[in-house]
């Protein structure tokens, strides 16, 4: 049998206090809505109910100093959500991370030897 080739694998997510606060899951749903200015639509959007994406916003909301979504009661109209400057910064970090993550498994794939 040849010799296989291992690859390293990885995702990156925070924590506070050992508990997940962001991952890539949750800023796919900060981008979805910064784009639709909706809970609901970005919930959607991903299969997930409205309760859910609102628990996780308002969990990821309480673990920084400043929100990262606000959002205003529907009418009308409907609701409205606002990913704010914070939490626009906050994305931009995460893709930024990620980045550097992706390239140290791209450096380092294919070098380990269980030999």
């Not at 809505?33 to 309480?62: E, F, P, T």
């Not at 914070?86 to 893709?95: D, M, N, R, T």
């Amino acid at each position: 049998m040849a010799n296989p080739q291992f690859n390293l694998n990885g995702r990156i997510w925070l924590e506070v206090n050992g508990e997940k606060v962001l991952g890539h899951g949750r800023v796919e749903l900060l981008e979805r809505i910064h784009a639709s200015g909706s809970i609901r639509q970005a919930a959607l959007q991903m299969k997930m109910s409205y309760k859910q994406a609102w628990d996780l916003i308002h969990h990821i909301n309480s673990h920084f100093e400043e929100p990262i979504v606000i959002s205003q009661r529907g009418g009308k109209g409907g609701g409205k959500a606002t990913v704010t400057d914070e939490g626009l910064k906050l994305i931009q970090e995460f893709h930024k991370m990620q980045g550097r993550l992706a390239e140290f498994l791209k450096q380092n794939s294919g070098i380990i030897d269980f030999h």
